[in-house]
T-cell receptor
Framework: AQTVTQSQPEMSVQEAETVTLSCTYD???????LFWYKQPPSRQMILVIR????KQQNATENRFSVNFQKAAKSFSLKISDSQLGDAAMYFC???WGQGGSEKLVFGKGTKLTVNP | EPEVTQTPSHQVTQMGQEVILRCVPI?????FYWYRQILGQKVEFLVS????????KSEIFDDQFSVERPDGSNFTLKIRSTKLEDSAMYFC??????????????FGDGTRLSIL
């Protein structure tokens, strides 16, 4: 079964600094998608960034970027120039590729604190 | 930006009672999902729904659970006879048609279900 592991239950970063959240996953599939979702306190989960497994280039969305290492099954999220509004739970998620299951498989999440 | 909305935000129910959780997906979305998160645990997939029928369900989604799209805008999750272990945050999500499989799922704020 596919699993997603986030080994850091909590992380903290100083405002304006860079932080990296780790995620590893286990799958025998070659076609899949990876996502990072952000959940601020008492708010909905919002998609931060996504990566297609067939793409070698790492996805980037403004201050958010990923380091996708397919062979190592690693998908870390880097947040540059951290802002107070980045404080949230961050969930890494996996989904099968075309024609496969639609469900997302989530990690347990990493709580990010941003210190002023 | 369109959002998935869920009501109520918090539901308190006596064990053994029926509960209905409501969701209004994004209007042009065709795929609908329910997930749950027991406190301190991972977000877990419950069920996906497309074209007025269940397309996939997890082992959690037993006979006590049902889903319905009663009127073309709402998407409901019913638990017939609630148990203490049903206490969790329940998230509704929706996505566009999966012609391109990396279409993200958009999540609501969640309903916190407390069984007494």
């Amino acid at each position: 079964a596919q699993t997603v592991t986030q080994s850091q239950p909590e992380m903290s970063v100083q405002e304006a600094e860079t932080v990296t959240l780790s995620c590893t996953y286990d799958t025998s599939e070659s076609d899949y998608y990876l996502f990072w979702y952000k959940q601020p306190p008492s708010r909905q989960m919002i998609l931060v960034i996504r990566q297609e497994a067939y793409k070698q280039q790492n996805a980037t969305e403004n201050r958010f970027s990923v380091n996708f290492q397919k062979a190592a099954k690693s998908f870390s999220l880097k947040i540059s120039d951290s802002q107070l509004g980045d404080a949230a739970m961050y969930f890494c998620a996996y989904r099968w590729g075309q024609g496969g299951s639609e469900k997302l498989v989530f990690g347990k999440g990493t709580k990010l604190t941003v210190n002023p | 930006e369109p959002e998935v909305t869920q009501t109520p935000s918090h539901q308190v129910t006596q064990m053994g009672q029926e509960v209905i959780l409501r969701c209004v997906p994004i209007s042009n979305h065709l795929y609908f999902y329910w997930y749950r998160q027991i406190l301190g645990q991972k977000v877990e997939f419950l069920v996906s729904f497309y074209n007025n029928e269940i397309s996939e369900k997890s082992e959690i989604f037993d006979d006590q659970f049902s889903v319905e799209r009663p009127d073309g805008s709402n998407f409901t999750l019913k638990i017939r006879s609630t148990k203490l272990e049903d206490s969790a945050m329940y998230f509704c999500a929706s996505s566009e048609a999966l012609l391109i499989s990396n279409q993200p799922q958009h999540f609501g704020d969640g309903t916190r279900l407390s069984i007494l």
